[in-house]
């Protein structure tokens, strides 16, 4: 019997980038169901900040800042996110922050969330190196 090994490969961001603009439609369907357990299972935990590496364009950071958490996002794809601010725009009662600059908002969510260092992500400066990050929250 020959048998193929399959290897996980990860997306770079250009497969992302050509891909944004159809992003939500192709993953709607799943959006609602997926989002309604997700928020379930962390309310049942009592979570109050969530940390969304692939956040993509948004939607499930949109539906967890409508739900009451506060979330930080990052996708390593540029066209994403630039999808996710234009939505955030959109909505009165989010905004963003950006973490490149010292901001000690940025830098306690991420540290909140559990982490000192994730990969390059240095808590000090707030930001990956080379992904791209941004935190959205919902206005108090």
């Not at 603009?21 to 928020?39: H, K, V």
């Not at 379930?40 to 692939?54: F, G, N, P, R, S």
């Not at 989010?94 to 909140?112: G, H, L, M, Q, S």
């Amino acid at each position: 019997m020959n048998m193929k090994t399959l290897k996980h490969t990860t997306a770079k961001a250009s497969y992302y980038n050509t891909r944004a603009e159809c992003y939500d439609e192709f993953n709607e369907n799943n959006s609602r169901a997926i989002n309604a357990l997700l928020e379930k299972i962390l309310k049942e935990h009592q979570v109050a900040t969530v940390l969304d590496l692939t956040c993509g364009t948004g939607s499930q950071v949109f539906w967890l800042i409508e739900a009451g958490f506060e979330v930080v996002s990052s996708d390593i794809s540029l066209n994403m996110l630039k999808i996710a601010k234009q939505k955030a725009k959109l909505k009165a009662d989010t905004f963003f922050i950006d973490p490149y600059e010292n901001n000690p908002r940025a830098i306690r969510v991420y540290n909140k969330a559990g982490f000192t260092k994730v990969g390059q992500y240095q808590a000090t400066q707030g930001a990956f190196i080379g992904h791209n990050s941004d935190l959205m929250v919902k206005k108090l």
